[in-house]
């Protein structure tokens, strides 16, 4: 009798069964099988169960008849194992079977797939290999497991191929990956077991040794990271506290050195990588970084204690005078002060009003301090000793007002006619000498009109400046020629005058004389600069020596004693190339001739004796003289 087996597609419909007739139209719910009848005889079709036909096999079918093969030998009385011989046409098949090449399991009649409890184990029966139970490594629904040789699948620690494994038998004992808490111990696992390095899961990032998670500071690939104890080893990023510094970390975890940008503000980390706080040198430049917002770099205004400072877009610090929001604002220039000044500011020549209640701005234009007025030009400076345009407020008429020595504004000056305050507010015509804003000015007697330039009074001359009006004092340069007038009588000085230690001449026109001089038969040299001459100087390319006073010293014996120093107010000085000898009174760079006498060599073999000598006691002469 022949006998086949067929391999049909089945299902069931309220008891009845129903056979398909195109493979186009149903889709077939599980494999079954049964044995017919002699050939042309019906068959029946035995049972159903359901798969999902799901799943790969990354292993292979298991040999038959190894000991290591629980519930799959002929010796097993549980299982129904069936190797050569042929069931009756009524027979249902059971339990573990094995057609030559893979084992798998039928449960009445049908043969289970996927992943199956059997005997307290579980199984994976390939539904790509018409559910052969497989052995060694699984890959299906995006998980790995692993089967023994018997085919059951592992759990717990595996180590396979070298590598330790764990098997979550929670979690249908598929292969664990990521951070795991093993019997309280934390591990890093990956596909391949155990880690050594870093380890992703769930978004955070891990460091791996042979699987323990390490905390606290690591050193990988040449940079520092933070794995955070009280994060579970999580590795961190942004800023850190550790211990008593702040720390930055970027995006990747290492820690940075030098400048980090967060996106929104700046930190500067020192060589250890901490944070660094409170005022910071970096390339010459000076920078706060504020401790109380987490150390990042301040830009801007801002209050450091009692004083304000303002550090530029890039955080410098800003020193001497700088712009912010179109306004100029000075601070001192050294890191030991950089304080913004406020109030009045003195730079060079030129006087500056910051603004105490404007964070220090630089005032423009008309503004008033203690109840007194000024002007700031455009460049800021206040206006001194100078007129200032105004308006007349009565008469609206143009009118100019001077800012006197101290900048304020004072006085009116209206159709070139000068005004000055009668002590009560109001402005009266001026005649004569007048002192306005510390200056001093001249207006005609009869008309009042300003004088300017050289005006002569009672006798005396006087500079009024061209442009202020007021008169001059100390060093004028006119039309080619220095004057120099009193700066305390504004008056020109003619004759000797002394300034600043040296003496100059200015003749009756009140010009200052240079060069060669003669007064009353006394000679005199004037440097280039007027100064008058003493001791020796090069003139003309000759050596000459001018005493004390001035006064050129013509003969040669006469300067050269001027040299000389003694104990006594007397000098006798003995010229043996002139025969002559002379005596002098006075003292060194003073000495004045007192006579002078014709001398003899004498004779060859005793001659005059030269050098330098002291004379103590009386002096006796010999011989005529």
Known sequence: MNVRIEHRICWRVIGVLVFAVSFSLFTPAFPCFA?????????GIVGCD??????????????????????????????????SQEPSRTEKLFGWQWNGLSWYYYLDGCRLTGMQIIDDSLYYLDPARDGAMSCGWIF?????????????????????????????????????????????????????????????????WYWGSNGEVLTGWLQADNSWYWLDPANDGAMSRGIVSVGSSRYYLSDSGAMVVGWA???????????????????????GAWYWLDVANNNRMVTGFFAIGSNRYHFSSTGALSLDWFMSDGDWYYAEPSHASGIIKTGWLKDGSQYYYLDPAADGKMLLGHFSVNGKSYYAKASGAVACREWVDVRNSVQDEPSKAFAGSDCSLCGALRNGKLFTSNGDGELI????????????????????????????????????????????????????????????????????????????????????QTGWLNLDGTWYWLDA?????????VVDGSWNYFMANGAWVSDYM??????????????ILVDTSRC????????????????????????ASTPTVLGEYQVYGKGYSFGHG
Request: hydrophobic residues 30%; proline residues 2%.
């Open 580 to 603: 002559l000898t002379s005596i002098y009174t006075g003292s060194r760079g003073n000495w004045s001739l007192n006579r002078r006498y014709v001398c003899s060599t004498g004779k």
């Open 261 to 283: 940008f967060d996106g929104t503000d700046w930190y500067y980390a020192d060589g250890s990588g901490a944070l660094a706080s409170g005022w910071r040198s970096v390339n």
């Open 50 to 83: 359901s798969t999902d036909g799901s799943g790969a096999f990354a292993g292979g079918g298991c040999p038959q008849g190894s000991s290591d093969y629980a519930g799959k030998t002929s010796e097993d009385s549980n299982q129904q194992v069936v190797e």
């Open 529 to 537: 600069s007027g100064a008058m001459a003493t001791g020796w100087r």
């Open 558 to 571: 006469d300067a050269k004693a001027q040299s000389y120093s003694s104990n006594t107010n007397w000098l």
């Open 35 to 43: 044995y017919a009848a002699e050939e042309g005889m019906d068959g």
């Open 429 to 512: 015509e001026a005649h004569g000498f007048v002192m306005l804003g510390g200056c001093k000015f001249y207006a005609d007697p009869t008309d009042g009109s300003l004088c300017v330039g050289w005006k002569s009074v009672n006798g005396k001359w006087y500079f009024f400046d061209e442009a202020g009006g007021y008169a001059k004092s100390g060093w004028l340069y006119k039309d080619g020629s220095w004057f120099y007038l009193d700066p305390s009588t504004y008056v020109m000085k003619t004759g000797w005058v002394a300034v600043n230690g040296s003496w100059y001449y200015l003749n009756s026109s009140g010009f200052m």
């Open 140 to 204: 299906t629904d995006n998980k790995w497991y692993y089967a023994s040789p018997s085919g059951a699948l592992v759990s717990g620690w595996q180590f396979i191929g070298g590598q330790w494994y764990w098997f979550d038998s929670l979690n249908s004992c598929s292969m664990a990956t990521g951070r795991r808490v093993i019997d309280g111990h934390p591990y890093l696992l990956g596909a391949y077991g155990l880690i050594n390095g870093w380890c992703l899961d769930n978004g955070l």
